[in-house]
């Protein structure tokens, strides 16, 4: 049954809605009711989620011998993963990317004690 047509349904004054046997009108409501509990439903899963600190099965890795995790949770460009490991959602680590970080990153190397050639600054 069409949604649109349920509420139209529901909404017809009381000479209309004669016309419907109470077969039809039964139907309507149970249409109204499992709606209005789809929605409500997807409402506190829609409030809840903000607030859940750590990662779900598609930020994690399905075989850890073939990317890093870096890489897994880079391209699932996922905004709760990156709000959780790194503070910022996407289009603001993109930014941070495209702001000159990208750059430097890839340019300067990272010192590391114990190699040759290794001088302490």
Known sequence: MDDSFAVQQLLLDKDEAEHFDDDERLMVLAAAI???????????????????????????????????????????QHDRAFITTMGVDVPTFSSLLTAGFAQAWYETPIPQAGLIGYIET
């Open 34 to 76: 499992i709606a209005g509990s789809e929605v409500s439903q997807q409402e506190r899963i829609d409030t809840r989620h903000p607030h859940r600190l750590y990662l779900c099965r598609p930020q994690l890795l399905p075989n850890p011998r073939i990317n890093t995790p870096w890489k897994v949770l880079y391209d699932s």
